[in-house]
């Protein structure tokens, strides 16, 4: 029982700044970046923006992700980029999740113990093969990848160089080394309020043993 109240209500950080989750102020980007999950994600930052009704309290994004798609996740950039006020909590992020960190304008919130991780993008086209459709594809992943890594590198402080030496063996950074190394702005306690931890949501997953429903807490310190 202390366990699952500490959970709810947070673990607190000496002299670090606390953010209390609420109903109405944060959405999570929680597993794989896809065209579900950032579909999802966007839904949700519309909805919290219609609750604030032209108000302009803060909204968090909460992010534990390992990464995924580079297309899904710049298009889901685009999008958040258009919401006030919009900062992000990162208790894990991965690839592309980082890539997301990096790109938004807001606040960069780690939790103590949050972890980043960048790392070369890597993918495969197929096409026409000598001055055909693989090179000009090639080239168009190309381009998005090097404006990606030239943003991130701007947000972090470092030259694209210094970006590409770093996550040539990936780039693994923990706790308050992410504030040092300039991926993260600020070291936070995170708290639930006890409305959104009661709040349950819902999902169909589909594998080969059937279709069934997960039910999980809203709160994503619980999940």
């Known amino acids: 029982m202390l366990v699952m109240i500490a959970m709810i209500f947070g673990l607190q950080i000496a002299n670090a700044k ?3 989750l609420k109903t109405y102020n944060v959405c999570t980007i929680d597993g794989e970046v896809d065209g579900y999950s950032m579909q999802q994600a966007k839904l949700c930052l519309f909805d919290q923006v219609i609750k604030r009704k032209g108000r302009n309290y803060p909204i968090y994004l909460y992010i534990n992700s390992p990464g995924g798609s580079v297309y899904d ?3 889901f950039i685009e999008f958040a980029k258009t919401i006030k006020n919009l900062h992000t909590v990162t208790s894990f992020a991965a690839s592309m999740a980082a890539a997301i960190v990096e790109q938004l304008p807001g606040k960069r919130y780690v939790v103590e113990s949050g972890i980043f991780m960048f790392h070369r993008a890597s993918g495969s086209v197929s096409g026409q ?5 693989i090179e000009v594809r ?3 992943w190309k381009d998005i ?7 991130q590198a701007d947000r972090i402080g470092i030259t694209l160089k210094q ?3 770093n996550i040539i063996n990936e780039w693994w950074l923990y706790g308050t080394s992410n504030i040092e190394q300039g991926v993260a702005d600020e070291v936070v306690s995170v708290t ?6 009661s709040d349950v949501k819902t999902e169909t997953v589909n594998d080969i043993f059937g279709t069934y429903e997960i039910k ?3 709160c994503p310190l619980l999940n």
């Open 216 to 218: 999980t807490s809203k």
């Open 163 to 165: 970006y590409k030496d």
């Open 18 to 20: 606390n953010i209390m």
């Open 138 to 140: 090639l080239k168009f």
């Open 145 to 151: 990848i090097k404006q990606s890594e030239q943003n």
């Open 192 to 197: 639930c309020s006890s409305k959104l931890a």
């Open 73 to 75: 996740g710049i298009k």
């Open 129 to 133: 093969i000598e001055s055909g459709e």
